[in-house]
């Protein structure tokens, strides 16, 4: 029986030969042939057997998903293959940002820097109310003036109500919070044992210090938060379902693409704009030029030819170059801000984060250590995975160094 050929029995069952001459059973009624020759037709398949669309990386030479339907390529994401792991990498790293954002949404603007009030706690263990009112003098300079604590609670209304940094009716409700709360923790002075006064310095400290930090404005944070997520989730995206057919891989790797180029043009956003928010017009020319040059980018990566092998070097050269942009605005904050330790801090982060995306770009163009030994790395440890993996931690370094900006200008404004 020639290739391809099929015989058939009064029954109605046949056999066929498959493209590797073993002959494959199979029943117009679903029986055992047919889920046979769906487990064969559906196994991982080497290099040289790949369509020239999947063909990438020559040193990858088995484990491969080739046009699979697209219920076996969704549930690949549970077996073992040679993207596997490049799926599960910026998966991990995408729920990894999602609760980032979560927790600085909902806690950052609620951490308080106890540095302003250090001299807090010693006064309370002491329990010297005097020495209290001394303290808070320079919020209240009606204090002094207050004999009770009915008074107290009143000149505290009086005296907030021309704060100019509560002059926003969204602060309103501090003045009431205070005025409500801290009375009566003083309002008996045989409350000295230790307990109490622990739960005084901690409600005292979550009272006074929202007074004494004005939030700013947290968008360029939020949007380097929503750029790594979108650049995860579209990476990991890519590499499970890409096998299905060439234009879902070509919508894919456009996508995948568009995700590397948000990610760097956002990495700007915190830095720059926190960096120079002092200074509107470098700001908007410093963010102009990233916004542009990323959205350059973006329209460079959709030309069909990007995709192709021979075009790594460029890819990789491209959004590395992207990143390297970012050493004027960097060198800029360290001029004009070189005597404050929150610059020498965030640039230190900066620069780890760059040598993390560096270091992963030039291994993935280098693709090692699969070059030294093809077959080797084909399930775990290839270039791409490494790339990933580095992905994430500068990712996570800028994140870090974002919270560092948004304390710093918190705390001091321009």
Known sequence: MGRGERRFSESGFGCESNEIDEAVCFSPKEGKGKRLWKKVKYQLVEYHSLPGYLKDNEYIL??????????HTLLSIFTIHNETLNVWTHLIGFFLFLSLTIYTAVKIPQVVDLN????????????????LQEDILPCLPSLPHMPDVKRFRNELKT??????????????????????????RFSHSNHTDVCVLR?????????????????????????FMGGAMFCLLASSACHLLSCHSERVSYIMLRLDYAGIAALISTSFYPPVYYSFMCYPMFCNFYMGFITVLGIGTIMVSLLPTFQTPEYRNIRA???????????????????????????????????????????????????????????????????????HILVVAG??????????????RDLQGC
């Open 317 to 387: 050269g491209l959004f590395f170059g992207m990143g390297v942009s970012g050493a004027a605005p960097i060198l800029h904050k360290l001029i004009l801000f070189w005597h404050q330790p929150e610059a020498l801090h965030t640039t230190g982060y900066e620069l780890l984060m760059g040598a993390f995306y560096g270091i992963g770009a030039l291994v993935y163009a280098a693709r090692v250590p699969e070059r030294w030994m093809p077959g080797k790395f084909d399930i775990a440890g290839h270039s791409h995975q490494l790339f």
């Open 395 to 408: 990712a996570y370094t800028h994140y870090r160094a974002g919270l560092i900006y948004l304390r710093w």
């Open 116 to 131: 302003t009030l250090q001299h807090l706690p010693d006064v309370l263990r002491k329990a010297d109310l005097h020495k």
């Open 199 to 223: 739960s005084v310095k901690e409600d005292l400290a979550n009272i006074i210090a929202p007074l004494l930090v004005r939030p700013i404005t947290r968008w360029p944070f939020f949007a």
């Open 159 to 184: 005296s907030l109500a021309y704060m100019d940094f509560l002059s926003s009716p969204s602060n309103w409700h501090i003045v009431e919070l205070l005025s409500n709360c801290l009375p009566e």
């Open 62 to 71: 088995g484990h491969y998903r080739s046009e699979w339907p697209l219920k």
